[in-house]
Nanobody
Framework: QVQLVESGGGLVQAGGSLRLSCAAS????????MGWYRQAPGKQRELVAH???????NYADSVKGRFTISRDNAKNTVYLQMNSLQPEDTGVYYC?????????????WGQGTQVTVSS
């Protein structure tokens, strides 16, 4: 069984910064990609940023230039540095991983961490 545990959410004023972390643990053969999604109240979950094992990244247009995703493959951990936060960045941020556990390929989700940006 694989667990993704997020940390780093909280309340911040507009223009501030937060850094999210997500550590994967359990029986993990390899991790193909990891990413962050967010869900604002009343809205669908959307991709924020994504990174592959080879460090190829992609970002939602709304966060380009403000957010940076990075990954520590040795620690099975992904980070999201969020700068110049705006109220529209408010939501629950979920970590996602596409990985191989034993002989099974699966995608797993964290429990979510709340990010609130006040104006």
């Amino acid at each position: 069984q694989v667990q993704l545990v997020e940390s780093g959410g909280g309340l911040v004023q507009a223009g501030g910064s937060l850094r999210l972390s997500c550590a994967a643990s359990g029986i993990i053969s390899s991790i193909y990609s990891m990413g962050w999604y967010r869900q604002a109240p009343g809205k669908q979950r959307e991709l924020v940023a994504h990174i592959t094992t080879g460090a190829s990244t992609n970002y939602a247009d709304s966060v380009k230039g403000r957010f940076t995703i990075s990954r520590d493959n040795a620690k099975n951990t992904v980070y999201l540095q969020m700068n110049s936060l705006q109220p529209e960045d408010t939501g629950v941020y979920y970590c996602h991983a596409l990985l191989k556990s034993g002989m099974k390929i699966s995608d797993d989700w964290g429990q979510g961490t709340q990010v609130t940006v006040s104006s």
